[in-house]
Structure formats: C-alpha cells, structure tokens
C-alpha cells in the first residue's frame, strides 16, 4: 500500500472534520487532503516522479503534512528535516539523499541558497511563504491546480521516508523507512489510543522527527483532533492547555523540566490533562511526582527509536504504570534481551534490547555494512541496554556506549542522573565517563542548577555519597549554564565527551 492512503481512508471514515488549529486558524481534513493534492500535481509538473527524493525543511506548520502527503501521493520519498541542523548537515543529506526539490521557508533558505547549482540533482527550491529569484512561491505553484490527484501505489516495502539521525554516536546517517513500516507503526500507536475523538491534542515535537511522524500517521488513523504549535514554547503549551482544554500531548523529558521550572506555571489551568507522552529519551523519576502534583494527569513513558519506525513499548491509561518501566511492547512488536555472546537472557537481567517487528528499517540509507551491524537475522539490536520483568515491561538501563567501566565495575550513568536529579539545587544533569590512569574510567557529571541556586562540588558530591555505592559517585562535578541537546531535546552525550576531549587536548 501507499501510505498516503491514510488520509484517503481518513476522509471516508469520517467525513470532514477540524482536524487541526494552527495559530488561530482552523483546518478540516478534507482541506489539508485537497491542498496536498494540488501541491502533488504541481511537483509532477516539476518533473518529480516514482522514487525521488523530496526534502521537506520547514517548522512545525499545516504545509508538513501537506507537503509529506503530497510527495507520498506521487509515489516519492520524504525526506523530513528538522530545521534547527547546520549548514553542513544540511548539506551532507541534500547530497546523500541526491534531493531533487526542497520544500522549505524564507527563514530557512540561508542553509539551501548556496547548494542551488552546487548539487547536480537538486532542481528546485520551494517556499512555503515567499518567492525570489532562485525560488518558486508554493502558493502561485500550487494555484490553479487539480485538487484530486490519484495515489500511485507502492508495495509494501517500497522506500517511502528517510530519516537522518546521528543517534548518540557517528556521522549522521539516512534511516529507510518502508511504507510497511510506517503503516505497521502508526496502526500499533493508534491501537494504544483511549481517547475520544472529540478530545484535544496538544502537537509539540517535531512532525520532522520520527516521533512526530509517527502521531501524524496515528492521527489519520484515529480521526483526532490537534492544536498545532509551531515549537515549544512552555507559556503558549500552558495557555493552549487552558483555552482547548487539551487532553494529551506528547514530549520529551526536557520539555517537561522546562514547565515544570517554568516561572507562573500555577497560573495556568492545566486540570484538562488526562496524559502527558514521553519517548526520546530517559524519564528522570524525580521528576514525575512534582509535574504530576503541579499540572495533572499521568506522565506515561515510552520507548523507541528511528530504526524501529520508530515506536517499540509504551504505557496504555488503563493499564498499570510501572515507574522506570517504558510499558509494554506495542502490538506487532516483539523485544528480547541478548548477552554479548547472543544469548537471551532470562527474566530480570540486563542485556542489549533487540526488536523484531514489520517496523524494522529497511536499512541504512546506502550504507551496507553499517545495516548489517544493526539487522540481523531480522532483529534490530538498538545498542541500548534494558531488561525485562516477568509481566513483560521493559526497562531502560543505558545506551552500551554510555556505560561506564571504573576499575571492572560497570556503572550505569542514568542511575547516578537520578541521584542528581533528586537534588533541590538541580534542573538538569549529565553523566559520562572521563579517563582514569588508575581505573582506566570514572565518573564526572555536569549539572545545570536552577535559577538563583548556588552549590559547591563539594555539596553535590556528599549528596550522592548518601544515595550511592561510593565507586559509583562522581569523580569530579562539572557546573554548566545549560547541556547541549539535539533538536528534539534529547542530551547529547556524545558533545559531552567531547567536552573532556577538548580539555584533555
């Protein structure tokens, strides 16, 4: 199947509806569904055809969804970027992607501009809000056009999306995404679903990451209904929760630790919230019960990742919440935990997290060798470390790479995050390892402390004295103003080590 079917069958299960509300302007489904056709017959007459790649570089807006249905409708392949990359990453995917059209806006052209005649297959720059003399304007391109297009079907496991991810190490690198993939992945979220439709949904991430892609495609499924932000911002998520009574909305921690330092929050109604998502990254449990106790509902975590289309387990409202626990595997979706040797482990113990489902990648984008490390005898190994308990929830211990060895004992850095975290001094906290002469790695954290909070290292090291075993304490605490993160939110361990690199130079 061709996934833009999704909103086919969307428009003949529910007939026309306010599907979203974006800045003050309501959207029907029947809307969006005709402005992609008509951007779908003006990409044709751009030559764009079965199998090219088409970037689309834009903020949260209605032109995403349409642009991604669009170019799906034609039977070509999205290539969803997030804004906020640099120049060279941009670059790099333009050209690994060989990206015949971008789909992009007048704020973001800086970063494409230059590569127009640089790229041999890059053809046409297209923006959303504007014109120029090396541009073509979306809305004169679009005007006049057909709004009926016919789906040109794919199979199953035709490429349908590429999603560039440099996950926690390496050279960013395309993840290929089947229209199997996506479609088996957004029928597993949607199957989690305990809303009604008549519910508000709070849209924050990314519809460019593979988070947000994913409620998209949930979305079509379901028939809900969203208020779309442009970005996170913590006073325009808390006054949109108050004037739609928004139900659910779904995040990343950092997100969450943002509102719930977020100066004035009180003043906000926030009692609407039902659940708030959270995926992408550790959920530090001190953080739960004062969000909770401050803005309602339930924080449900979750886990997934680009490879796996990308969700894998997840909480459900009316199932039991287990703390430190990211829920069950979704539907379609097996997990098991191996040793370094293969060998699955029983019940309790930690082990690398492997996944088999119809949402596993296809590959890595033009990178064999690279997909063969990762797939193997259809199971993905994620390169995370987690376990099971007997009543099948999964548990997130640490990425392999993070793990820090100190004199032959392995320490998790999560677990001492969470130590940090629990501090009253503290908002945010990132834990690696430094090299030992001695024990060959240590620890050393680098803490975020809240506005006007003062503390010594001395003072954050007897804190963790209290709570941990003494090897897995810091060695040296590290004061920053903020901790580098990637566009969803997520710490970058990675820039973290490169930190101490740079001072070791």
């Given at each position: 199947m061709n996934l833009a079917r999704l909103g086919e069958e969307n428009l003949e299960k529910y007939g026309e509806y306010v599907a979203l509300v974006f800045e003050g302007k309501e959207y029907t489904n029947r809307e969006q569904h005709r402005a992609a056709n008509r951007l779908a017959n003006a990409l044709r007459g751009l030559g764009v055809?079965?199998?090219?790649?088409?970037?689309?570089?834009?903020?949260?807006?209605?032109?995403?969804?349409?642009?991604?249905?669009?170019?799906?409708?034609?039977?070509?392949?999205?290539?969803?970027?997030?804004?906020?990359?640099s120049p060279e990453e941009v670059k790099h995917i333009l050209g690994d992607s060989e990206a015949k059209v971008v789909i992009t806006s007048t704020d973001m052209l800086w970063k494409v501009e230059p590569l127009i005649g640089a790229l041999p297959t890059l053809r046409h720059v297209v923006l959303v809000d504007g014109d120029g003399e090396r541009t073509l304007g979306l809305a004169g391109l679009a005007k006049g056009e057909p709004d009926t297009f016919t789906v040109v079907e794919r199979a199953d496991d035709?490429?349908?999306?590429?999603?560039?991810?440099?996950?926690?190490?390496?050279?960013?690198?395309?993840?290929?995404?089947?229209?199997?993939?996506?479609?088996?992945?957004?029928?597993?979220?949607a199957a989690l679903n305990e809303l009604s439709r008549e519910d508000w949904g709070?849209?924050?991430?990314?519809?460019?990451?593979?988070?947000?892609?994913?409620?998209?495609?949930?979305?079509?499924?379901?028939g809900t209904r969203s208020v779309l932000l442009r970005w996170f911002n913590p006073e325009e998520v808390l006054t949109t929760i108050q004037k739609f009574r928004i139900r659910a909305m779904a995040g990343v921690p950092t997100m969450f630790v943002?509102?719930?330092?977020?100066?004035?929050?009180?003043?906000?109604?926030?009692?609407?919230m039902i659940y708030w998502g959270s995926g992408a990254a550790p959920l530090p449990l001190e953080l739960v019960e004062p969000f909770e106790k401050k803005f309602g509902g339930r924080i449900l975590e979750g886990y997934g990742l680009t490879e796996a289309a990308p969700l894998v387990s997840a909480h459900r409202i009316s199932m039991e919440r287990r703390?430190?626990?990211?829920?069950?595997?979704?539907?379609?979706?097996?997990?098991?935990?191996?040793?370094?040797?293969?060998?699955?482990?029983?019940?309790?113990?930690?082990?690398?997290?492997?996944?088999?489902?119809?949402?596993?990648?296809?590959?890595?984008?033009?990178?064999?060798?690279?997909?063969?490390?990762?797939?193997?005898?259809?199971?993905?190994?994620?390169?995370?470390?987690?376990?099971?308990d007997a009543d099948g929830y999964l548990y997130i211990v640490e990425r392999k790479k993070d793990l820090?060895?100190?004199?032959?004992?392995?320490?998790?850095?999560?677990?001492?995050?969470?130590?940090?975290?629990?501090?009253?001094?503290?908002?945010?906290?990132?834990?690696v390892a430094m090299p030992d002469p001695l024990m060959g790695e240590d620890v050393l954290a680098?803490?975020?402390?809240?506005?006007?909070?003062?503390?010594?290292?001395?003072?954050?090291?007897?804190?963790?004295?209290?709570?941990?075993?003494?090897?897995k304490c810091p060695k040296q605490v590290r004061f920053v103003d903020s901790l580098p993160k990637n566009p969803i939110g997520k710490i970058l361990k990675k820039e973290l080590r490169r930190l101490i690199e740079s001072n070791l130079a």
């Open positions: 055809g079965v199998g090219d790649r088409v970037v689309v570089m834009l903020p949260n807006c209605p032109e995403v969804p349409q642009s991604c249905a669009a170019i799906l409708t034609l039977g070509a392949v999205v290539v969803p970027v997030i804004f906020l990359l035709d490429l349908a999306v590429i999603l560039y991810t440099s996950g926690t190490t390496g050279q960013i690198k395309g993840v290929a995404l089947s229209h199997r993939n996506l479609h088996s992945n957004a029928r597993a979220a709070l849209a924050v991430l990314p519809l460019s990451h593979s988070y947000g892609l994913m409620l998209m495609n949930a979305g079509n499924i379901l943002y509102l719930l330092n977020y100066p004035g929050a009180e003043a906000h109604d926030t009692s609407s703390l430190g626990s990211v829920g069950k595997p979704v539907p379609s979706v097996e997990v098991k935990i191996l040793d370094a040797d293969d060998r699955e482990l029983p019940v309790g113990e930690a082990g690398e997290i492997c996944v088999r489902s119809p949402g596993v990648m296809l590959g890595y984008y033009r990178l064999p060798e690279e997909t063969a490390k990762t797939v193997r005898n259809g199971w993905l190994y994620t390169g995370d470390i987690g376990r099971l820090i060895i100190r004199g032959g004992f392995n320490i998790y850095p999560r677990e001492v995050e969470e130590v940090l975290y629990a501090h009253p001094k503290v908002v945010e906290a990132g834990v680098f803490v975020v402390l809240k506005a006007g909070q003062q503390a010594t290292t001395e003072e954050i090291m007897a804190f963790c004295q209290e709570k941990l075993a003494k090897f």
